[in-house]
Nanobody
């Protein structure tokens, strides 16, 4: 079992920044990959970013590339999503997810087996 708790969401103006955190517990954090996904009202959940067990490999959706950065601190069992130059279309519930079956990151949501409850990010224009 893995428990994931996100924090850091909120309301920000367009062009601003936020940093999301996801604290994990229950299994050895450094033995699995992590991902971030988001879901806007009326839309399907979509991939945002992912990171391998060591942080050596990262992946991003085209829509956030160059603006968002994913990182992890295995000593703190935490993964981060730094979001810069935020746009109104980034408004969504952001969730972290654990891919405990692999150390390698994936962009596919079905490959993640544990999910956090999500944190709301709202970007005003």
């Amino acid at each position: 079992q893995v428990q994931l708790v996100e924090s850091g969401g909120g309301l920000v103006q367009a062009g601003g920044s936020l940093r999301l955190s996801c604290a994990a517990s229950g299994r050895t954090f450094s033995r699995y990959a992590m991902g971030w996904f988001r879901q806007a009202p009326g839309k399907e959940r979509e991939f945002v970013a992912a990171i391998s067990w060591s942080g050596g490999s990262t992946y991003y959706a085209d829509s956030v590339k160059g603006r968002f950065s994913v990182s992890r601190d295995n000593a703190k069992n935490t993964v981060y999503l730094q979001m810069n130059s935020l746009k109104p279309e980034d408004t969504a519930v952001y969730s972290c997810a654990a891919r405990t079956g692999s150390v390698y990151a994936s962009t596919e949501r079905y490959e993640y087996d544990y999910w956090g409850q999500g944190t709301q990010v709202t970007v005003s224009s």
